[in-house]
């Protein structure tokens, strides 16, 4: 499968996935990063009820934040070597509950540029033969270049 | 302090406390309930490493979750006895890093009403004496009565 | 072109084309329901300098305005016979410039439900042979049964 | 009434009229700016019926309109003085119909910062002595520095 893109930096896989692996957030949720393409990334997470919310569920701030990561690497696949990726914003519609055995989201870039990014993802729900969708998410990246990385 | 709020059911401190209860996400977070008034709740979590992004804050989708929470019960909190309460959707603007040694989550409604109700939320970091916004979210809540609660 | 929707009200062109024509505010903006199909709706309108902002573009609010109508009538195309719908909340990304000769905004629904609808939608300009993606827009959307209908 | 900002540009009330002066679509809408703080802005306009929806309210496009030129202005009004103001996105909450004689967009400054400011709006109709929220924004703005300002 091809996406539209190109990635500036050849490096880019390397690059996304170097990054993930220091998001202890994504061991802690138990997600792994299955597919890195340029502007589109997919990060797999099995159910694991230490995340749930009152029903039994996946917590929606638990799909945010495994949507949240695939956004922010799709964008930062198409970044530049000296660029950090911030979230500066997202949103989430949630569409139907998330049970399953396991779960995937992916995330797209839809409008790539030097300082803002946006991107599209979606998180989708399996059980035996079963795939439906549980959220969609819009997210807003920027770029942030050498040293000011980190500190907004 | 007194909010503007009435709540329908005299147990909503109660009933919050006992749906905080059962959301797993909260205990691995470890995130604690602080403060339940009608139509506003706070909760705290302390800095744990285990909940990183790759520059070692907090992950906005950890955010994100303490303060869906929080929005949700606040929006909680006013509902009927027979109510069970659904993110719908929220947004989140991060405004500065999440460093700190403890944070914590201010969830208001914003209208309530009887399906719809509309709360906002702030995310601070405390840091010595130092308190700083880290994020705000607007959060869309539905009231589901009855049986329907848990199927969307 | 299809849709994978199947809208309940055999007359749903007709009553979102009824609706479509009460609204003032489409008339005053100089847009046209170009496209009705079920779960899919398509607005167009010129370029028009009464409309524009600072630098001589298209209003963000005014783009919003048409998404707004293309998404909540997409919804409204696959809703009962007496449902109204009602805008609970939208977001926009503004990706580019709105300049052009004329544009296009596209609704789809992603997720349909009883009471709440998703839909997205996109703003296209066009000059000459160009098509441009100016911003994008996911709302949520209400279904108000019988007399309730608009007072919310 | 005094906000905790402090304008960067003397000239910042000034510098806001004018541009605020450009914007067509104000004029059209009938808009016009009433108080022009640090970091605040209010907008007021008349009720029209030729901006509105089918049922007769407002269009939420159009409440959207005035409250992205305050939330932008009320970022513009803290920028330096060869910044132009881009809306990035912005996401609107409708919380009841636009019924009134008139209305009153208010857009404040959430967190200012070189690149990217947050705005929020609230939106409130008057009718004889009542006044009553009708929407509220949050809004990302982005300063565009020199030449580069109207490209995106």
Same mark, same amino acid.
Request: with cysteine.
């Given at each position: 499968?091809?996406?539209?893109? !190109?990635?500036?930096?050849?490096?880019? @896989?390397? #690059?996304?996935?170097?990054?993930? $692996? /220091?998001?202890?957030?994504?061991?802690?949720? *138990? =997600? !792994?990063? !299955? #597919?890195?393409?340029?502007?589109?990334?997919?990060?797999?997470?099995?159910?694991?009820?230490?995340?749930?919310?009152?029903?039994?569920y996946i917590? =929606? *701030?638990?799909i945010? !934040?495994?949507?949240?990561?695939?956004?922010?690497?799709?964008?930062?696949?198409?970044?530049?070597?000296?660029?950090?990726?911030?979230?500066?914003?997202?949103?989430?519609?949630?569409?139907?509950p998330a049970k399953? @055995?396991?779960f995937?989201? /992916?995330? #797209?870039?839809?409008? $790539?540029?030097?300082?803002?990014?946006?991107?599209? *993802?979606?998180?989708?729900a399996?059980? *035996? @033969?079963?795939?439906? /969708?549980v959220?969609?998410?819009? =997210?807003?990246?920027?770029?942030?270049?050498? #040293?000011?990385?980190? @500190?907004?």
């Amino acid at each position: 499968m091809k996406t539209s893109f !190109t990635a500036n930096n050849p490096a880019f @896989e390397q #690059r996304v996935r170097e990054s993930f $692996a /220091l998001q202890n957030a994504m061991k802690t949720i *138990g =997600a !792994t990063l !299955t #597919r890195v393409m340029p502007g589109e990334v997919s990060i797999s997470m099995p159910f694991n009820e230490e995340l749930t919310q009152q029903h039994g569920y996946i917590h =929606a *701030g638990i799909i945010s !934040t495994v949507l949240d990561s695939a956004c922010g690497y799709a964008a930062f696949s198409l970044m530049a070597e000296n660029a950090a990726v911030l979230t500066i914003e997202f949103k989430i519609n949630l569409l139907s509950p998330a049970k399953g @055995e396991r779960f995937e989201a /992916l995330g #797209r870039v839809k409008k $790539a540029g030097r300082n803002i990014t946006v991107s599209e *993802g979606e998180f989708y729900a399996y059980e *035996g @033969e079963n795939k439906k /969708l549980v959220a969609s998410m819009v =997210a807003t990246m920027m770029a942030v270049y050498d #040293r000011e990385a980190t @500190e907004n």
